[in-house]
């Protein structure tokens, strides 16, 4: 692998991951974190504990953070980087255990690596590219990544690797949680149970370890407390739920950051199928792809009334029959169950948010990283070498890849020149500590989670970690 473009793609992903968190500032609920490090070792700990007891179930997830909140930004900077890359890598070792072709394998790594780096900035603000939402969600990612290559491998696995990692990962995040156990149980009875064989002590002792980090988030004092309190300032549970589904059908397939990889996988699949003799897929697809764009969340077209309903309803069945459909023809086709798994993995990952009574573009990351997982395995069988279509695949990816690297760079950098003035005027309001303080807005919210200005919540975690007075107004300019 080494000295081809498989090492370089890994090389451009850390270097594009970098490049875009290196100007990315405090924001959101960072304020509230980065305050239980400020005031020695031993409220770092009461602060986590009682987090954890009355909050928050994701004690990993949470230490981790306040951690690299209290250490220069570069540390992040780094990790960061180093957590996309490690998932790329995870992901590729996994393809690799079924296909063997070194053009397929390059092909695939180029893909996926540069995919990474084009993820739209609305989910990568709440997640990747924000600290503490790097820690809940790209961090539960790599782990999750890291156990299933553990898990496919485990005859050149340790019990003790197999057992931290499938605990981490299953201690991390909910949705990750979940899929950690249903991996392992369903890797194990596959592989044993159903066939008669009996099961390695090395994977019961891992399937007590991802058990036990399930039970250490979801049975969590804490996450508990939050979870009726979310409830209860909500609608209710039905109301829940239908926002849930709401939210799969529209923001998951065809909202403004979803709708092109949606039709790229569409396209994928869609092609696939023509070759594999199932035709009406591919004679389809402009309809389709009209109809993903034409119910589009962003869009308002529901004045069309019932006929919006029919189309809406035709996008979503072709959009799942399709890549299902193509993912089992890879499957049986090709042995190779991964995308088939990766498509149903971020199915789940996203029918799990239905009964989460707190919904936004991060929730559906794993579901995004999977369907582009899928996208570039079917990509590897329907881009032959030394064609045209192949070419082109590279050089629209590179494209996109380093254009979304330039412009997410450049606007968290605009917004960190204002981060910066703001501390410079708080030091200086610190010295009087009478009258208003001023402060700045960012000049463009697109490349920021959350600021005080506009969150209430946020405005009394800004002034904690200050050292702001509750009663001082904050004057946003």
Not at 368 to 385: G, N, P, Q, Y
Not at 425 to 447: A, M, P, S, V
């Amino acid at each position: 692998m080494k000295r081809d473009i498989r090492f370089v793609s890994l090389i451009l992903l850390f270097a594009g991951i970098f490049a875009m968190s290196l100007f990315v500032t405090m924001a959101g609920d960072d304020f509230f974190y980065a305050t239980f490090a400020k005031n020695g070792l031993g409220h770092f700990f009461e602060a986590h504990a009682d987090h954890y007891l009355h909050t928050n179930g994701r004690c990993i997830v949470h230490l981790l953070a306040s951690v690299f909140l209290w250490l220069p930004h570069i540390f992040w900077v780094v990790a960061n980087a180093f957590m996309w890359t490690a998932a790329a890598l995870n992901l590729y070792r996994l393809f690799a255990l079924y296909v063997h072709e070194g053009s397929k394998l390059r092909l695939f790594m180029f893909m996926l690596c540069g995919a990474f780096l084009t993820v739209h900035t609305e989910m990568a603000k709440e997640s990747s590219l924000w600290l503490t939402g790097s820690f809940n969600y790209t961090y539960p990612l790599t782990m999750l990544s890291w156990f299933a290559y553990l898990l496919f491998t485990h005859e050149k696995q340790s019990a003790k690797k197999l057992c931290i990692v499938g605990f981490l990962a299953a201690a991390s995040m909910e949705q990750e949680s979940a899929l950690a156990v249903l991996l392992a149980a369903g890797y194990i009875y596959l592989h044993f149970p159903r066939r008669g064989k009996k099961t390695p002590d090395k994977l019961k002792k891992a399937m007590i370890a991802v058990a036990a980090g399930a039970v250490s988030l979801f049975l969590a004092p804490g996450n508990l407390a939050r979870m009726g309190d979310e409830m209860g300032a909500s609608a209710g549970t039905f109301d829940n739920i239908m926002s849930g589904i709401d939210f799969m059908l529209n923001y998951c397939i065809s909202s403004n950051y979803m709708i092109w990889v949606s039709v790229v996988f569409t396209v994928c699949c869609a092609v696939y199928l023509f070759k594999a003799k199932m035709r009406i897929f591919l004679y389809l697809l402009p309809l389709e792809i009209a109809a993903l764009i034409l119910t589009n969340h962003s869009g308002n077209f529901e004045w069309l009334g019932a006929f919006y309903s029919i189309i809406f309803a035709f996008s979503r069945i072709y959009y799942f029959a399709c890549a299902v459909i193509a993912a089992y023809a890879y499957f049986v086709k090709k042995k190779n169950p991964l995308p088939l798994m990766a498509l149903f993995g971020g199915i789940f990952s996203c029918a799990f948010i239905v009964f989460s009574p707190t919904l936004g573009a991060r929730v559906i990351l794993f579901a995004e990283v999977m369907i582009m997982f899928s996208a570039a395995s079917l990509l590897t069988e329907l881009l032959k070498r030394r064609t045209l279509p192949y070419a082109a695949a590279h050089l629209l990816i590179l494209a996109l890849s380093v254009w979304n690297v330039v412009y997410v760079t450049s606007g968290f950098y605009r917004n960190s020149v204002v981060f910066a003035e703001n501390e410079r005027l708080i030091e200086e309001w610190h010295k009087t500590g009478r009258g208003e303080l001023r402060q700045r807005q960012y000049r463009n919210d697109e490349f920021e989670h959350s600021m005080p200005y506009n969150s209430e919540y946020h405005d009394g975690r800004y002034k904690e970690y200050y050292d702001i007075p509750i009663r001082v107004n904050i004057i946003w300019e």
